[in-house]
């Protein structure tokens, strides 16, 4: 498969990344390429093979409901790039 | 006394019989950053201020006759995208330029604990996304045995800094290499444990189902150590394994009579430079010397590793940095509405590798092709981890190169697709979830060249009996770099 601009495009909108032309256009030529590099991986018949998301025998890790303690509010907000009474401030939504 | 030059265990002696105090341990230790740190550029934020008073408090908790823990007094290298509370934490990208943790993550509270002192933060591939640290967004650590070439990556700052003894040991993250083939390139010693072994809590996430941190260090003795302080099971981690792991010093034993090493044939050949696979070779021979029974095998999917894991670990990363946002922390660039400050802040603050990446996996990802490549990269994923299944029925351990070259020069390797490459022998690895420890083995052309061992599930003992009985034997495994070459 061959992607287009209009999935490089389509891919940068879901990624929320803002591209240059510029950006696009390498962003296409390297995308093929790295594409093309997978192909090989139609060699391998995997018909009756389970997917295998990560190796732990391990599933659904749960604890107690229970009260701990959580980061203070400052320290929350100690990164923030804009806060307002205690909160994240960002541009207005609607 | 070179203090900065020994070992952890030459050090603890040291420390124990009074013959050092922990502050000339520290303040020698910074000397040698200042007469080093020009040329190599490990660091990207040095401590020197809280590692002092914390010598001065760690020295009078000894005069007093406290128990100390099994670190006391060494001082450490971290890597920059593990957390560390009120110190700078930046993976190395403008994004993360100006973070500063309100938390430590689980290894950093370990390391505390066992009175290790922190000398800084390395330098890395930003977001640990490359093969030879020049993708940090800050500037390219060199490797201390030429400087005009790459450290390896993504941990390149840890490698580089044990090596030129800027550190006595360092740790590092590695998600398809990036412990180990830094280790190799700039020979000393690196093991990235099997998956789930240590915390990855405050591990800033890159590939959740591969990352794993891990030590690098001057020899197998000070690895064993510092894998005593930094595993064990986290409630803050639930894919951190609850079992109770071994005292790794009790493997190190210097005898491997009988055991049973493979060698895989995909390691070898085309695409291995044969100064590489000489060096190895001899490695084997050398084993078999000792008593080892060395033979061939086949871990048929191999080539299909590189593929399934550009696809898995980008996939896995468009999720991780979603986060990244300009809401919470990180880089914000200022917009009328809330979508486009996302997509200019996440375009101002991403590199070029990382953009790429986030791009790839949500390509991967997105509907219609999600069948076509993330599910079929899953499935060559469980097949690459059954090839290591049957091997394991044979033999105690593997034996392959840990990268296909020597460390190479810098601009080298401009091509995404030949960078990816160097991932070939190491990548396998992380998507069976097995611990792999790199050990360097004589050098090529001037430059170091590392062995890997691959071990089964847990299994992190077998290495470091392997490795250790190599290290008692042969001169091989104990180098030291120059600091030569321009640097340019």
Redesign the interface.
Known sequence: ?K?TMQ??E???L??????TDE?KE??LV??N???E??E?????D?SN????????P?KN?L?EDEYRDT?PKE??L?????QEEGM?K????I | MDLHKLTIHELRELLANKEISVLELTEDVFKRIDDVEDKVKSFLTLTKEQALARAKDIDEKLAKGEKLGALAGIPVGIKDNICTEGVRTTCASKMLA???P??NATVMKKLESADAIMVGKTNMDEFAMGSSTENSAFFPTRNPWNLDRVPGGSSGGSAASVASDEVIFALGSDTGGSIRQPAAFCGVVGLKPT??TVSRYGLIAFAS?LDQIGPFTKDVTDCALVMNVITGHD?FD??S?PMDHPDYTKFLINDIKGMRIGIPKEYFGEGIDPGVEAKIKEAIAKLEELGAIAEECSLP?T??AM??Y??IAPAEA?SNL?RY????????V???????????S??QG?G?EV??R???G??AL?SG?YD??Y?????????V?QDFDRAFEKFDCLLTPIAPSVAFEFRSKA???SM?KQDVCTIPINL??LPALSLPYGLVDGMPVGLQLIGK?FDEGTLLRVAYTLEQNTDETRLKPVLGGSGR
């Open positions: 498969m992607i999935d490089v389509h891919v940068a879901l990624s929320r990344l803002e591209l950006e390498e962003q390297q995308l390429k790295i594409l590099a997978m090989v991986l139609n060699k391998v995997t093979v389970e997917p295998l998301t990560h190796v732990l391990l890790v604890r980061l320290k929350v100690q990164n923030a790039p804009d994240f960002v541009p207005r939504i | 100006n973070f500063t309100p938390y998956y789930g189902s409630d639930s894919t394994v999917h080539e299909y593929p399934a550009y696809i468009s979603a946002d300009g809401v919470r922390y990180g880089l914000r200022e917009a009328e509405d809330v979508l486009t400050m996302f997509n200019r996440r375009a991403f070029t953009k790429r986030i791009m790839l949500t390509y997105s092709y076509a490549y599910l079929k990269a899953l499935k060559v994923r469980n097949l981890k091509d995404p697709l990816y069976a979830g599930p």
